[in-house]
């Protein structure tokens, strides 16, 4: 069987779930995928700083596949610290290489510091 196994606990129902925090997406697409992934994942509080094209976005709810229908409403945000200001402890992702001198951790390692 696939899918999500609606069987285990919502960890997110009890107020436990991390946030995703999307900034200057570029395209609708990605905000979709991204909700997609997180509702596959357990995952429901999404918020998005300046997205280009704008929010709402009919690509977004095209590619989430319902996902976005079923998720609390996005938060939209005009800056990060903004998106982030109720946020205790906050990890960032990135595919582009960048020149900051901050922590550096492995997923593996970031996740046995989440837990």
Same mark, same amino acid.
């Given at each position: 069987?696939? #899918?999500?196994? /609606?069987?285990?606990?919502? %960890?997110?129902?009890?107020?436990?779930?991390? +946030?995703?925090? @999307?900034?200057?997406?570029?395209?609708? $697409?990605?905000?979709?995928?991204?909700? /997609?992934?997180? +509702?596959?994942?357990? @995952?429901? #509080? %999404? /918020?998005?700083?300046?997205?280009?094209?704008?929010?709402?976005?009919? /690509?977004?709810?095209?590619?989430?596949? #319902?996902? %976005? $229908?079923?998720?609390?409403?996005?938060?939209?945000?005009?800056?990060? $610290?903004?998106? +982030?200001?109720?946020?205790?402890?906050?990890?960032?992702?990135?595919?582009?290489?960048? #020149?900051?001198?901050?922590?550096? @951790?492995?997923?593996?390692?970031?996740?046995? $510091? %989440?837990?």
């Amino acid at each position: 069987m696939t #899918g999500t196994d /609606r069987t285990k606990p919502n %960890l997110a129902a009890a107020g436990n779930s991390p +946030l995703v925090v @999307l900034v200057d997406p570029q395209m609708g $697409e990605n905000i979709g995928a991204a909700a /997609r992934a997180m +509702l596959n994942c357990g @995952l429901d #509080g %999404l /918020r998005i700083v300046n997205p280009r094209d704008g929010w709402p976005n009919e /690509r977004a709810d095209a590619m989430s596949a #319902g996902a %976005l $229908e079923i998720m609390p409403p996005v938060e939209v945000y005009d800056s990060t $610290e903004a998106a +982030l200001a109720d946020c205790h402890y906050v990890v960032a992702t990135t595919a582009r290489a960048r #020149g900051m001198v901050k922590p550096v @951790l492995t997923p593996r390692a970031a996740g046995a $510091e %989440l837990a």
